[in-house]
């Protein structure tokens, strides 16, 4: 059981990235996903997440509404990220997680963990 995420890089403000979080050994479809993120010294936060199966159920913290997107492709077993308008304040590692059930922005909630990600806002 793996979740593997990916797509952090380098970007300027205003700029986009879009992370993936690949699922292996497992079904994605049953589960919810969610995106965390965490800079050195600070708690871990949660970005957003999405509801398992059919992804009918969004949330985002208020610092990222209208800047991301959370979607699923059950097919590609995959969860992505989308983040348009970037600022230096998303600077962070980017986590993917997932949990059967209903999806929180709580991190004690997710069983499972990817390894994390970086997203870098600079100019």
């Known amino acids: 059981v793996q979740l593997q995420a990916s797509g952090g890089g380098l970007v300027q403000p205003g700029g986009s990235l879009r992370l993936s979080c690949v699922a292996s050994?497992?079904?994605?479809?049953?589960?919810?996903v969610a995106w965390f993120r965490q800079t050195p010294g600070k708690e871990r936060e949660g970005v957003s997440c999405?509801?398992?199966?059919?992804?009918?159920?969004?949330y985002y913290a208020d610092s990222v509404k209208g800047r991301f997107t959370i979607s699923r492709d059950n097919a590609k077993n995959t969860v992505y990220l989308q983040m348009n308008d970037l600022k230096p304040e998303d600077t962070a590692v980017y986590y993917c997680?997932?949990?059967?059930?209903?999806?929180?922005?709580?991190?004690?909630?997710?069983?499972?963990w990817g390894q994390g990600t970086q997203v870098t806002v600079s100019s």
């Open positions: 050994g497992f079904i994605l479809d049953y589960y919810a």
């Open positions: 999405i509801s398992h199966t059919d992804g009918s159920s969004t």
């Open positions: 997680a997932a949990t059967p059930g209903s999806g929180t922005l709580i991190a004690g909630w997710y069983h499972y």
